[in-house]
């Protein structure tokens, strides 16, 4: 096995050996019942950003959904395959989950190959280019309005303004929309500084992030 294969093996052993055998009643409970998540979050797949460590929760209390750029889809009930779509159908539909966070975060690789497309540098791939094409009015609004502003503070602002457009993107969906105007449901962005370990929350009536004081 390579390097990468070994450290993960050996990172299982101390597993089994340490924190599973420290909590193996836990674990057996866990399995024992059907999940009870506390909330759905929509994660980047960036290997950098974990929420389970960032929130320090334990197995069974997030319903984790990753993808690149942690973007929502529309709602498109069709006969093609929607990884995302499902996971928020079934974390709201049938666990009952009552808060959906979409958590961005500082230096995405997805925003930035959009942010370089909207300069004329399209992202090569046959999925990834349609996929972060979720956020192109995002990309291009940014370009067109703070085209004088510096690389890193336009980036920025395309991180946090493609975590409002998911939201508004959520609420396209039927089964949440109606969660949230009853009450049943509420839905939270935020954004995680990897470097800083700031996290920030979208206020939508202030209509900006506002970071979380210690």
């Not at 057996?28 to 994660?43: E, W």
């Not at 049938?94 to 540098?121: F, N, R, T």
Request: hydrophobic share 40%; proline share 6%.
């Amino acid at each position: 096995m390579d390097d990468a294969i070994d450290s993960l093996i050996a990172g299982y052993r101390a597993f089994r050996k340490g924190q599973y055998r420290q909590n193996e009643e836990r674990y057996q409970s866990l399995a024992a019942k059907r999940q009870q998540p506390k909330a759905l979050i929509i994660a980047c797949c960036d290997s950098r950003t974990d929420p389970a460590m960032v929130f320090q929760s334990d197995p069974g209390e997030l319903f984790v959904v990753r993808n690149v750029a942690n973007l929502v889809p529309p709602y498109e009930p069709d006969s093609h395959y929607h990884g995302t779509s499902a996971a928020l159908e079934f974390g709201v539909k049938s666990l009952q989950i009552k808060d959906v966070i979409v958590m961005g975060h500082a230096g995405c690789g997805g925003i930035e190959a959009l942010y370089e497309g909207a300069k004329g540098k399209p992202a090569p791939g046959d999925f990834l280019p349609n996929w972060i094409s979720l956020a192109k009015d995002v990309a291009d609004q940014v370009v067109e309005k703070h085209g004088d502003i510096e690389r890193p503070a336009a980036l920025r602002l395309m991180e946090q303004q493609a975590v409002v457009a998911s939201l508004d993107r959520l609420r396209t969906f039927p089964f949440i929309a109606e969660r949230e105007d009853k009450g049943e449901l509420k839905l939270h962005g935020w954004f995680y500084g990897i470097g800083t370990g700031i996290l920030s929350v979208y206020d939508p009536d202030m209509g900006r992030f506002v970071d979380v004081t210690e």
